[in-house]
């Protein structure tokens, strides 16, 4: 059963480390695609690096404060279709 929860810890923590580093990888790939030499590709590089350690600095953060899996499930919730799923169950 412990394996299980640190494997989902674990999954979380990705998923939460993931966002960042996108974005700093596609902003990456734009400025290197608008300036294809050296500089550009280090300015990318830099940018790339910049996104990774966001998302680790955000998945500890989120990890330190509620946990990995609470802070997904506040981000993934839709408190406003179970308000409308409520209604509709009151309804009937």
């Known amino acids: 059963m412990k394996f299980l929860q640190i494997l989902i810890d674990f999954l979380n923590y990705l998923k939460i480390m993931v966002s960042p580093t996108l974005i700093g990888f596609f902003i990456g790939i734009i400025v290197y695609a608008n300036k294809t030499d050296e500089v550009g590709l280090m300015i990318a590089i830099g ?23 609470e802070f997904i499930s506040k981000i993934n919730a839709s ?14």
């Open 47 to 69: 940018i790339a690096v910049i996104g990774i350690i966001c998302g680790i600095l955000l998945a500890n953060w989120a990890k330190r404060k509620v946990g990995t899996t």
């Open 79 to 92: 408190p406003d279709i179970d308000e409308a799923m409520r209604n509709q169950s009151e309804k009937k």
